[in-house]
């Protein structure tokens, strides 16, 4: 399987901006569908953004959409979540994950993990 490695997380205050970063490494990323997901404390896995192979098409959950801005770079192997308008509701553990086949929105389909970066937005 792939491995994945998140980077990027931090503190920021609510309005700023970070960018993550998923690397991966194993296998290339070029021909799968990506995804980010989050984990805030005490509820479940959420599905945040999710991109296809090729990069033309992407898919935001509700509560992010206009703030956050999924991309990848395959000739790098790595998969970005631009961050901006940060709210402090958006503070929980971020995951990116993939499948062979179409993108990831349940996490129940994701087919291989990172293992998470924090990210926490003060008010």
């Known amino acids: 399987q792939v491995q994945l490695v998140e980077s990027g997380g931090g503190l920021v205050q609510a309005g700023g901006s970070l960018r993550l970063s998923c690397a991966a490494s194993?296998?290339?990323?070029?021909?799968?569908?990506m995804a980010w997901f989050r984990r805030a404390s005490g509820k479940e896995r959420e599905f945040v953004a999710g991109?296809?192979?090729?990069?033309?098409?992407?898919y935001y959950a509700d509560s992010v959409k206009g703030r956050f801005t999924i991309s990848r770079d395959n000739a790098k192997n790595t998969v970005y979540l631009q961050m901006n308008s940060l709210k402090p509701e958006d503070t929980a553990v971020y995951y990116c994950?993939?499948?062979?086949?179409?993108?990831?929105?349940?996490?129940?389909?994701?087919?291989?993990w990172g293992l998470g970066t924090q990210v926490t937005v003060s008010s």
């Open positions: 994950g993939g499948r062979e086949w179409g993108v990831p929105k349940d996490p129940v389909t994701v087919g291989f």
């Open positions: 991109i296809n192979w090729s990069g033309d098409s992407t």
């Open positions: 194993g296998r290339i990323i070029s021909g799968k569908g």
